[in-house]
């Protein structure tokens, strides 16, 4: 195989990959179409991705036989609990060594690998502690796991409004909304299990920080998220199991009632301190930190891996060389925390780390 083909081929798996992962979200009513739009938007001509098609297509015809062969295979962890985008690594990877006798296994398993390492994105606790599992650990990383404290989840309320972005008057920058002083009691209000009365609001808006980007929101619409801090406790959305561990939630009156009341809160907050920004909006949905728990098994629900406070600081955190040889870490939870600045740094080190060793 040329190097041309084999770049073609591993363009092919990462498309695949990627439109395989929004399907295992959102099971489009017309393929056909979603393909067009998805290879649209895509760098090279839907020519480019003929291999990765065919795995699309391959993948979705037979998902049963595969998820099914998956299911037998796995080993102390059960198929729903695998994150989504590790899940659509796997069919790829099992559709091409049971379909596609042209493809040595040893090629589709090495894919895979390489594929999970730049696009999976398991949590720290669940990695170790789960999937790499306590015995294979020693008693002290794994009593240190334990006892660190994630960081408190997120609300987010996703929206669209009917106003051109360069209406809104703002400017290009992140909008941090208090309506008051009492900040720790706001966390301590989280940390306790309750939802704030009057609630931060962190407001980014998409449209304005990707002015070109065709894909956020048609011409003439404003894409934005509202964001505050939530209570991690499952009792405090009506929940009784964690989705992590196969619990429902969504149809719960109580878990409903519990959206409603932050809804409302925060857009109060909002119409306070920033009247009539909010206006003419076309589209809303709002997700809580059982939302992100289901899509991502983050511990907690949170965004932002361990707590960032003295005592679970830099060094205090998780190194990028782990005890397990091969085993190398970047992320919310490692040495240089969360956020742009800490993912990119915290990736170079670790890729570094990996080098060197």
Same mark, same amino acid.
């Given at each position: 195989?040329?190097?041309?083909?084999?770049?073609?081929?591993?363009?092919?798996?990462?498309?695949?990959?990627?439109?395989?992962?929004?399907?295992?979200?959102?099971?489009?009513?017309?393929?056909?179409?979603?393909? #067009? +739009?998805?290879?649209?938007?895509?760098?090279?001509?839907?020519?480019?991705?003929?291999?990765?098609?065919?795995?699309?297509?391959?993948?979705?015809?037979?998902? /049963?036989? %595969?998820?099914?062969?998956?299911?037998?295979?796995?080993?102390?962890?059960?198929?729903?609990?695998?994150?989504?985008?590790?899940?659509?690594?796997?069919?790829?990877?099992?559709?091409?060594?049971?379909?596609?006798?042209?493809?040595?296994?040893?090629?589709?398993?090495?894919?895979?690998?390489?594929?999970?390492?730049?696009?999976?994105?398991?949590?720290?606790?669940?990695?170790?502690?789960?999937?790499?599992?306590?015995?294979?650990?020693?008693?002290?990383?794994?009593?240190?796991?334990?006892?660190?404290?994630?960081?408190? @989840?997120?609300?987010?309320?996703?929206?669209?409004?009917?106003?051109?972005?360069?209406?809104?008057?703002?400017?290009? *920058?992140?909008?941090?909304?208090?309506?008051?002083?009492?900040?720790?009691?706001?966390?301590?209000?989280?940390?306790? =299990?309750?939802?704030?009365?009057?609630?931060?609001?962190?407001?980014? %808006?998409?449209?304005?920080?990707?002015?070109?980007?065709?894909?956020?929101?048609? @011409?003439?619409?404003?894409?934005?998220?509202?964001?505050?801090?939530?209570?991690?406790?499952?009792?405090?959305?009506?929940?009784?199991?964690?989705?992590?561990?196969?619990?429902?939630?969504?149809?719960?009156? *109580?878990?409903?009632?519990?959206?409603? +009341?932050?809804?409302? #809160?925060?857009?109060?907050?909002?119409?306070?301190?920033?009247?009539?920004? %909010?206006?003419? +909006?076309?589209?809303?949905?709002?997700?809580?930190?059982?939302?992100?728990?289901?899509?991502?098994?983050?511990?907690?629900?949170?965004?932002? =891996?361990?707590?960032?406070? @003295?005592?679970?600081?830099?060094?205090?955190?998780?190194?990028?060389?782990?005890?397990?040889?091969?085993?190398?870490?970047? =992320?919310? *939870?490692?040495?240089?925390?969360?956020?742009?600045?800490?993912?990119? /740094?915290?990736?170079?080190?670790?890729?570094?780390?990996?080098?060197?060793?």
């Amino acid at each position: 195989m040329s190097k041309a083909q084999f770049v073609q081929r591993r363009d092919g798996r990462v498309a695949a990959l990627q439109f395989l992962y929004a399907w295992s979200l959102n099971e489009p009513k017309n393929l056909a179409d979603d393909l #067009r +739009v998805f290879f649209d938007n895509c760098e090279q001509p839907r020519e480019h991705y003929a291999f990765g098609e065919e795995l699309i297509h391959g993948v979705i015809e037979h998902r /049963v036989e %595969i998820d099914a062969q998956i299911k037998a295979l796995a080993q102390n962890w059960d198929f729903d609990r695998i994150a989504k985008i590790d899940l659509a690594i796997l069919r790829v990877a099992m559709f091409e060594m049971i379909y596609r006798k042209d493809i040595p296994p040893v090629v589709s398993i090495n894919e895979a690998i390489d594929l999970s390492k730049e696009f999976s994105n398991a949590d720290a606790k669940r990695t170790l502690l789960e999937m790499v599992g306590e015995d294979h650990l020693t008693p002290t990383l794994a009593e240190r796991l334990k006892e660190y404290r994630m960081a408190l @989840p997120l609300f987010v309320i996703y929206m669209a409004m009917h106003v051109p972005p360069e209406e809104l008057g703002l400017p290009n *920058s992140n909008i941090n909304l208090f309506p008051d002083y009492t900040l720790e009691e706001h966390h301590e209000q989280c940390y306790a =299990g309750r939802v704030p009365e009057r609630p931060m609001v962190f407001i980014s %808006i998409a449209s304005l920080k990707d002015p070109m980007g065709e894909n956020l929101a048609p @011409p003439g619409y404003t894409n934005l998220q509202l964001m505050t801090i939530a209570p991690a406790q499952l009792t405090s959305w009506g929940a009784e199991k964690s989705p992590a561990e196969g619990g429902r939630y969504r149809h719960r009156g *109580s878990y409903e009632t519990t959206k409603a +009341v932050l809804r409302e #809160r925060m857009l109060a907050v909002v119409e306070e301190m920033m009247p009539g920004f %909010i206006r003419n +909006v076309v589209w809303e949905e709002c997700a809580t930190p059982l939302t992100q728990e289901r899509f991502t098994l983050s511990s907690g629900g949170t965004s932002y =891996g361990f707590e960032h406070t @003295p005592d679970q600081f830099f060094s205090r955190r998780l190194s990028h060389q782990t005890e397990l040889a091969g085993l190398y870490l970047c =992320g919310a *939870s490692t040495t240089f925390g969360h956020g742009i600045a800490g993912a990119m /740094v915290g990736g170079m080190v670790a890729g570094q780390t990996r080098q060197q060793h």
